[in-house]
Structures are given as structure tokens and as C-alpha cells.
């Protein structure tokens, strides 16, 4: 009888062990597979920036968008750009001591006549409906 109880424990906990090692396999599969889509997308991003550094047209991109999850109004926009876009808004006036000072100063421009216009555009005297259970 004891002998039953004892081999029953054992499978017991073999199976356990079994299913521990099992799990323990996913989760690196997981994670190498996490690895590889994202040396993937790197690999992607980097090509594309190649070919946008080859051609001749000024170009910029947003790279990254981070938001502070306490205040949204705040933020980081990640920018990238190629020479002939520092060029090109030298043409038109921005200067500074080096390109990401050129480009902040045309960055920070945009950012201002977003603003503006959305200033312009803000009616004061507009009500607001509610609309089911929003919560201005």
C-alpha cells in the first residue's frame, strides 16, 4: 500500500516537473520570437532610413511619440531627417549651430501655428452636448 502511495507521489511529481520545464520552454520560445520580430523591425527601419538617406529629396519623420501618463499635453516627438531637409530649411531662413537646433527651431514653428490655428478655430460660445455617460 505504501509502495503505491510512494510511486503515486513520485509521477506526481514528475508530471509537475514535466509541465514546469514545458512552460519554461514556451516562455523562451516566446521570447525569442519577441526578439526576432524586433530585430526584424529594426532591420526594416534601417533599410528604409538607407533608402531615404540615399535619395535626393529632403525628408523627416516622426521616429517616436512618447506621452507623460500623467499630463498627455506632455510629450517627445522623436524626430529623424536627412541632410537635404536641414538644407532645405536653411533655404528658408532657420538657422543654428548645428541640424537638431535647425530642426527643433522649424519643429517648435510647427508646433506654434498648430497652436494658433487651433486657437483661431476654438468658438468660446460653443455648448456641449452630453452624450451618454462622457464626463467632460
Not at 503505491?4 to 509537475?16: A, V
Not at 526578439?35 to 538617406?53: D, G, H, S, V, Y
Not at 541632410?83 to 519643429?107: A, C, H, P, R, T
Amino acid at each position: 500500500m505504501f509502495e503505491w502511495f510512494t510511486k503515486s507521489k513520485k509521477m506526481s511529481y514528475l508530471e509537475e516537473e514535466i509541465a514546469r520545464l514545458q512552460e519554461a520552454e514556451r516562455q523562451r520560445e516566446e521570447e525569442n520570437k519577441r526578439q526576432q520580430q524586433e530585430a526584424e523591425e529594426q532591420a526594416k527601419a534601417e533599410a528604409e532610413k538607407a533608402k531615404l538617406q540615399a535619395e535626393e529629396e529632403p525628408w523627416v519623420k516622426v521616429v517616436n511619440l512618447e506621452l507623460d501618463p500623467q499630463n498627455q499635453s506632455n510629450g517627445i516627438f522623436e524626430l529623424d531627417w536627412n541632410k537635404k531637409f536641414v538644407e532645405m530649411l536653411g533655404e528658408n531662413g532657420y538657422s543654428g549651430k548645428n541640424d537638431e537646433e535647425i530642426v527643433n527651431l522649424w519643429f517648435n514653428d510647427v508646433c506654434r501655428s498648430i497652436a494658433a490655428q487651433t486657437e483661431q478655430d476654438f468658438d468660446p460660445n460653443m455648448t456641449m452636448i452630453p452624450i451618454g455617460n462622457v464626463k467632460y
